[in-house]
T-cell receptor, first 115, second 109 residues
């Protein structure tokens, strides 16, 4: 078990470009979460999957953000037409349904900088 | 909606005990978690309380009072490596987790 992995670790892009991030959860975990974190703040919930179903999506998530988990394993988060305000750390976490529900295992994050 | 309040910063001496409080307002509640995050790192799970009372894990303990919508994290025998940010997080309806803004702990010699 190698833990949660995310790719890329860093991304610099120009305003208006599209970016896509990938998250590979712990293999036996069927729950997957995406968060955004800015400096000095806690992780902010974006969306949540159980298996391939997207069960919850933050109202803060604009239409420019979309997430998928097509086979219930890895997930992608896409941001279209990036804006400078999208600059943040994007964190992925996974957990196992039926386990200690408060436990989430976080990946190292993808740090996005929009110029 | 959910809101959580924690002190923004705490300073404590190496070897001492420190308590980080968390109060929450929530429309749905299943439990309270605590996470540690070092600068530049990812949050790591410390503890979870679903029921009232104290949970102990080594030097760290966590307490929950559901009737008071209150919890705390207790760190004993502080070490320099404990300097980090600590977040409380509520597990609410639909498995949504809401994090507080974090408490930055500085351990001094």
């Amino acid at each position: 078990d190698t833990g949660v992995s995310q790719d890329p670790r860093h991304k610099i892009t120009k305003r208006g470009q599209n970016v896509t991030f990938r998250c590979d959860p712990i293999s036996e975990h069927n729950r997957l979460y995406w968060y955004r974190q800015t400096l000095g703040q806690g992780p902010e919930f974006l969306t949540y999957f159980q298996n391939e179903a997207q069960l919850e999506k933050s109202r803060l998530l604009s239409d420019r953000f979309s997430a998928e988990r097509p086979k219930g394993s890895f997930s992608t988060l896409e941001i279209q037409r990036t804006e400078q305000g999208d600059s943040a750390m994007y964190l992925c976490a996974s957990s196992q349904a039926g386990g200690l529900d408060g436990t989430q295992y976080f990946g190292p994050g993808t740090r996005l900088l929009v110029l | 909606g959910q809101s959580l309040e924690q002190p923004s910063e705490v300073t404590a001496v190496e070897g001492a005990i420190v308590q980080i409080n968390c109060t929450y307002q929530t429309s749905g509640f299943y439990g309270l978690s605590w996470y540690q995050q070092h600068d530049g790192g990812a949050p790591t799970f410390l503890s979870y309380n679903a029921l009232d009372g104290l949970e102990e894990t080594g030097r760290f303990s966590s307490f929950l009072s559901r009737s008071d919508s209150y919890g705390y994290l207790l760190l004993q025998e502080l070490q320099m490596k404990d300097s980090a940010s600590y977040f409380c997080a509520v597990l609410g309806g639909y498995q949504k987790v809401t994090f507080g803004t974090g408490t930055k702990l500085q351990v001094i010699p």
